[in-house]
């Protein structure tokens, strides 16, 4: 079988990457990325002499077009994926979530390609902190962001290309990942890198809005379950039980790194601000027989700072204009 993944440079792409070449053997990867501030060829380096790499954009027409061609399915990671870039400059989120994915479809129409699309949770907006439900494929669409509302665009794009054209396409809605290979300006590596360097963690607001952790290594064990078993034309949603709060967060990572307990900071709080996301992954478990491997949110948070410890070679050159992009915005 001969896979396109677009975004394999990225932090859940380059994982998916790995995980393939680990566990498929029968899979050729080519991957698409367009190694924008987000990519890191690096992040590949241990499976390079088993897989194509090719640098560019997925609005490429002419580009995509030669590669859909040779393909049997593509897995679409790639993403402007950060929602506080978003919000300083929503334009590389409109072309590359929006027209990038729509440049796929019409790539994987023409040469009657199989494709997944990988898509979040923001997209249903958010939920209160007391509201017992959860989403679920029937919760309506309500982003909030300029990266969600992009990529509930592209979900659609793809909804209307399965329906009216026929595309072999699914679709899956993930919850907050962590792992290995996360870039820095995410919430969980950026606290880990700050505690190594020994600067207090940053909590946005009061730290209360609830995000539901999934490891990566499970999201992407879901996602081959839906190239397996998943039926054209469905969503599924993905998500581990994983409903934590970020003081929570902040809190077990002070206890992993034996500082205080109060010894993190409460800055700006991020503006529009979702208050919690928590997913009903019923379809996925009960149709495809799927289940999480990562249950302990805790041994997970301390694999992952012993990752970034491994690993300082990998981020140490970003993280001085990461803090500084932050201090503009008072975060
Ligand atoms: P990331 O920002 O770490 O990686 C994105 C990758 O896409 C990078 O390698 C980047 O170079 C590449 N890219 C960006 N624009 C491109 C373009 N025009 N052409 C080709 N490549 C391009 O993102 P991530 O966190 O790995 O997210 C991957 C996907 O998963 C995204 O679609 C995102 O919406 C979705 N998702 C992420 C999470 C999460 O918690 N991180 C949760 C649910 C869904
Ligand atoms: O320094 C911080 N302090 C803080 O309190 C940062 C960077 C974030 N936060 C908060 C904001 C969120 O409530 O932590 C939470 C997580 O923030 P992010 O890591 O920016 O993730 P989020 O906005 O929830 O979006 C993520 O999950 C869904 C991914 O970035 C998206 O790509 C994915 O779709």
């Not at 560019?56 to 077009?65: K, P, R």
């Not at 979530?97 to 019409?106: A, K, Q, S, Y």
């Not at 050159?317 to 975060?331: F, I, N």
Request: charged fraction near 25%; hydrophobic fraction near 35%.
């Amino acid at each position: 079988m001969r896979v396109l993944i677009t975004g394999g440079a990225g932090f859940i792409g380059s994982n998916f990457v790995h995980q393939t070449v680990r566990e498929r053997p029968d899979v050729q990867v080519t991957v698409l990325d367009a190694l924008t501030y987000a990519g890191d060829e690096t992040s590949l380096a241990g499976v390079s002499e088993e897989i194509r790499f090719v640098e560019g954009s997925i609005a490429d027409t002419a580009l995509v077009d030669r590669l859909a061609a040779d393909s049997d399915v593509v897995v679409h990671f790639a993403a402007e994926s950060h929602n506080d870039n978003s919000l300083n400059d929503p334009s590389p989120f409109v072309q590359t979530n929006l027209i990038g994915t729509f440049t796929l479809l019409e790539a994987v129409r023409k040469h009657g390609v199989r494709f997944h699309h990988i898509s979040t949770d923001e997209v249903y907006g958010d939920l209160e902190l007391d509201d017992p439900a959860k989403f679920t494929p029937e919760t309506p669409y309500n982003p909030s962001s300029p990266y969600s509302s992009t990529k509930a665009g592209s979900d659609l794009l793809v909804r209307a290309w399965a329906r009216s054209f026929g595309v072999e396409a699914t679709i899956s809605n993930c919850s907050n990942n962590y792992g290995p290979y996360q870039h820095i300006e995410k919430f969980i590596p950026r606290q880990i890198t700050n505690l190594i360097d020994g600067i207090r963690p940053r909590l946005y607001g009061a730290g209360l809005n609830v995000r539901d952790w999934i490891h990566v290594e499970d999201h992407n064990s879901a996602v081959w379950s839906i190239l397996d078993g998943g039926r054209p034309g469905e969503t599924y949603l993905i998500g581990a039980d994983g409903e934590t709060n970020n003081l929570d967060v902040v809190r077990t990572l002070l206890e992993i790194f034996e500082r205080d307990a109060d010894d993190f900071d409460h800055v700006a709080d991020r503006p529009g601000h979702d208050l919690r996301y928590a997913i009903d992954a019923t379809k996925l478990r009960d149709e495809l027989g799927w289940s999480p491997r990562y249950t302990d949110f805790r041994a997970g948070l301390e694999a992952t700072v012993q990752w970034y410890r491994d690993n300082e070679a990998w981020w140490r050159p970003h993280k001085a204009a990461v803090e500084a992009k932050y201090a503009a915005t008072g975060q």
